[in-house]
């Protein structure tokens, strides 16, 4: 079965950087389009960061210039590079497999646990 494994969160001062990877297993990753999402609490899911296979990106108006996703796909990994990190960037981070109807990303319903990222102010 598809499985997304999510890691880097942690607890970092407003500023800081962290780097969030997501192994992927039970799919041909380098045929699909990854997303990163984020629920802060009390606020609905947020994409943040997407790319496609050919490696071309996406990103939320909120994290341009700040993210930056990434694949490897002889590693079956998806990264996003997360700098000049906000408080308001705080909330549990998924990894998501998808693909895009268009211009849109659109997720297929497989999600790993989410890692926190609290950022301080």
């Known amino acids: 079965q598809v499985q997304l494994v999510e890691s880097g969160g942690g607890l970092v001062q407003a500023g800081g950087s962290l780097r969030l990877s997501c192994v992927a297993s039970?799919?041909?990753?380098?045929?699909?389009?990854m997303g990163w999402f984020r629920r802060a609490p009390g606020k609905q899911r947020e994409l943040v960061a997407s790319i496609r296979k050919t490696g071309s990106t996406n990103y939320a108006d909120s994290v341009k210039g700040r993210f930056t996703i990434s694949r490897d796909n002889a590693k079956n990994t998806a990264y996003l590079q997360m700098n000049s990190l906000k408080p308001e960037d705080t909330a549990v981070y998924y990894c998501n497999v998808g693909h895009f109807a268009g211009t849109a990303y659109s997720p297929y319903q497989y999600w790993g646990q989410g890692t926190q990222v609290t950022v301080s102010s």
């Open positions: 039970g799919i041909t990753f380098s045929v699909n389009a």
